[in-house]
């Protein structure tokens, strides 16, 4: 019995020492929807509430309801800036990594592209984070599955 109980404790300290390995990768495998051949989310509930929250309050007044957009967020105004684009998976958001949707947010859009205000400083990464959770609960599941393996398989 003790012998079990030792070699099961060296396996989980060898795959926690490995987190990044393949090995470690292939248990860590996304769930497959067998209906749709899709990615299956595994978004935090509470974590998409509290993103809604921050987004309805600082977000929505340029993005619109539930990351709409504006309209002819395509074409730029007359002062050569971009109207602030949809969130909900009908633009590109969902073309860029976690990682460069939170230094948008943090750091807003290059003057000469956009708008967009840096957040840094005023929403807590945490904020960032719920809100780019809130974000990804939109996207049609084909969207999400797509960026999916695009970014966070490819980690």
């Known amino acids: 019995m003790t012998r079990f109980f030792f070699l099961i404790l060296g396996i989980i300290l ?3 020492a490995c987190k990044d390995s393949a090995i470690v990768g292939a248990f860590l495998q ?12 595994k978004l935090d509930q509470a974590q998409i509430e509290r993103g809604e929250r921050i987004y309805t309050s600082h977000c929505e007044g340029c993005h619109g309801a539930n990351g709409a957009g504006t309209p002819d967020w395509r074409k730029p105004n007359a002062d050569g ?4 684009p949809p969130l909900d998976g009908t633009a590109h958001a ?22 967009m205000p840096a957040w ?35 980690s």
């Open 94 to 115: 969902w073309h860029h990594s976690t990682e460069v949707l939170k230094k948008t947010i943090l750091k807003g859009t290059p003057p000469e592209m956009g708008s």
């Open 81 to 84: 800036k971009y109207p602030p």
């Open 14 to 16: 060898f795959l926690t």
């Open 30 to 41: 996304p769930a497959i929807n067998p209906k749709t051949g899709l990615i299956e989310r």
């Open 120 to 154: 840094e400083g005023k929403l807590t990464e945490q904020q960032v984070d719920d809100v780019i959770v809130w974000i990804k609960s939109l996207w049609p599941d084909e969207i999400y599955d797509v960026w999916f393996k695009n970014f966070e398989g490819k």
